[in-house]
Every structure is written in structure tokens, then in C-alpha cells.
């Protein structure tokens, strides 16, 4: 995978949960070349927030994207369900799909009709175009047309459940039934939540421009809790959960989810926004 280019800070639309609803997880999509055409710019290392497809706009609330790795890798989320899987471009020509998604319910009525237009465009779009910060990805014989704006990657303002943590002996484990563990990245760099038995506060702070592929530089502080004692293995999670935090390095959103990794790129916790966790 490609170095990529970085996101610049001020280009992109605020990326806040209090904005956001959507269920995540990803999937495989089988993708075709296609034919040559004039250049519309690359689309390789970036990130897409869905303003509307044809006539419908986005309604508030719902997160619709689109990210293209280096490596010829699509994905992101419908407004309901996410996706994931190869893409190819020739010139302004692009093709994707047939799509495999997620099928996590949409209780929003709105969302659900921007979905369904949102995977047809995805599905038969055959031509792209690239503006300094908007996209366009048009199927040239109807003329239907979803367009973005540049994704802007901001962690702080954004709250999440975590759905995997890390438990320190290389192994990644499910989120206890029946507990909810929980990170809200607040704007003064103020990191707050429930462990799943004990809230917690500390300090973060992010560091550097935010790339596609690799995230951006996140350093947690020492982490202060409270003294409550619940069962034993909530408690292991929950310090297993701490020390994750700590032991976090960077931070990336990959297919609707926040991924927090360690120095070497060991996934330490898994997240989605509150709201919908995602269904498996």
C-alpha cells in the first residue's frame, strides 16, 4: 500500500457523531477494468463523504462514504450498511461492483431510500470526477449521479462503542455481552467513557496530518477511574480496555469503523459510532 496522500486540515466537511448514525463492518466486492478515457485526477489514498445521489440529499444524521486506498481498495458505508472490496480506473473510466454488503437494519426511513440509490450508482457508475474537494461517480447512460464532498478525518467531537479490544496476549476478543464500553473524544482533547464497570477521564492528543492508509499520530495519557468492582471477567475487560488506550498509537477509520493501533500496527481496539453497532 501506497505512502498516500494526506487529508488537509480546513478542506473537509466536520466529521461529529452527534451528526452521525450508521451500522459498519466490511465485505468483499468483485470488480472489471474498463476503457480509457481523459484524466479526471486520482482517486488513489481518498476519502469521500456522500452529499446525495441524483434528486436526494443525504438527511442529517446519516454518514454515506466512499475511500480509495493505493492498493486498489474501495469501501466505506451506505448510510445503513458498509462495503468494501477492489476498484480500477482507466483515465475518467472507473468500474466497481457487483457489491456485497453488510445487512444491518436501517431504522431511518430516509436512509434506507438514500441507500438503495447509493449502491445502484455504486454499482453501475462508469465514469468519475474529481474536483479540489468534491467527487462525482456517474453511470453515463441514465446519467444518475452521486456526488461527495472531501472526508475530513477529526476525531475530536466524536463518541464511540467499542466492539473489540485487545486483551495484551495477541489475541482480539469481542466486547462482553451485555456491557458497554465506551470512548467520547471531546474537542479540548478531554477522552471520557465507561470501561464497562468504571468511567474513566484522561488527556489525548493527535498529531500530523491524517492519511488514508496509516491514520494520524494519537498519544493517550494515563487514564484515572473510578473504584467500583464488578465481575471478574468485566473487570478484565476493562483493564484490558485501559491498557489498550495506553498502548494506542494512531488512530484510522476503515470501512465505518475507528481503529486504534499500537507503534508496530497491532490493532489494540476496535470502535463504532454510537448510535448502531454494527451487526455480524
Given amino acids: 500500500m501506497g505512502a498516500g496522500h494526506r487529508i488537509r486540515p480546513g478542506t473537509r466537511r466536520r466529521f461529529r457523531a452527534q451528526r452521525l448514525a450508521l451500522g459498519v463492518a466490511a465485505s468483499a466486492v468483485l470488480l472489471a477494468a474498463c476503457g480509457g478515457g481523459e484524466s479526471s ?51 475518467s473510466d472507473i468500474s466497481m461492483g457487483p457489491l456485497k454488503q453488510t ?31 468534491t467527487l462525482e461517480l456517474t453511470e453515463s447512460g441514465s446519467g444518475s449521479t452521486a456526488r461527495f464532498d472531501r472526508f475530513e478525518a477529526d476525531l475530536g467531537g466524536t463518541s464511540w462503542n467499542a466492539v473489540s479490544i485487545n486483551t495484551g496476549t495477541e489475541a482480539v476478543r469481542s466486547v462482553l455481552q451485555g456491557t458497554m464500553v465506551t470512548a467520547d473524544f ?20 493527535v498529531e500530523g496530518d491524517y492519511d488514508v492508509s496509516t491514520g494520524q499520530t494519537l498519544q493517550i495519557a494515563a487514564i484515572s477511574s473510578g473504584g467500583k468492582t464488578c465481575e471478574p471477567d468485566v473487570m478484565e475487560q476493562e483493564e484490558a480496555f485501559f491498557a489498550a488506550l495506553r498502548n494506542s498509537a494512531s488512530w484510522v477509520i476503515r470501512a465505518g469503523q ?18 448502531l453497532l454494527p451487526e455480524f
Fill in 41 to 91: 485526477g486520482s482517486l488513489e489514498d481518498s476519502a469521500w463523504t456522500l452529499t446525495g445521489v441524483d434528486d436526494l440529499q443525504v438527511p442529517p444524521g446519516v454518514l454515506a462514504t466512499a475511500i480509495f486506498t493505493a492498493d486498489g481498495q474501495v469501501g466505506g458505508t451506505t448510510g445503513c450498511n458498509s462495503f468494501s472490496g477492489p476498484y480500477q480506473t482507466d483515465g
Fill in 103 to 133: 445487512l444491518a437494519g436501517c431504522t431511518n426511513p430516509e436512509a434506507q431510500a438514500l441507500e438503495g440509490s447509493y449502491l445502484i450508482v455504486l454499482e453501475t457508475a462508469d465514469s468519475y470526477t474529481v474536483g479540489d474537494d
Fill in 186 to 205: 471531546q474537542d479540548a482533547g478531554l477522552l471520557a467513557g465507561s470501561g464497562g464497570c468504571n468511567t474513566y477521564a484522561t488527556a489525548y492528543r
Fill in 258 to 275: 475507528l481503529e486504534l493501533r499500537s507503534s508496530d500496527g497491532a490493532l489494540q481496539v476496535q470502535m463504532a459510532l454510537q448510535g
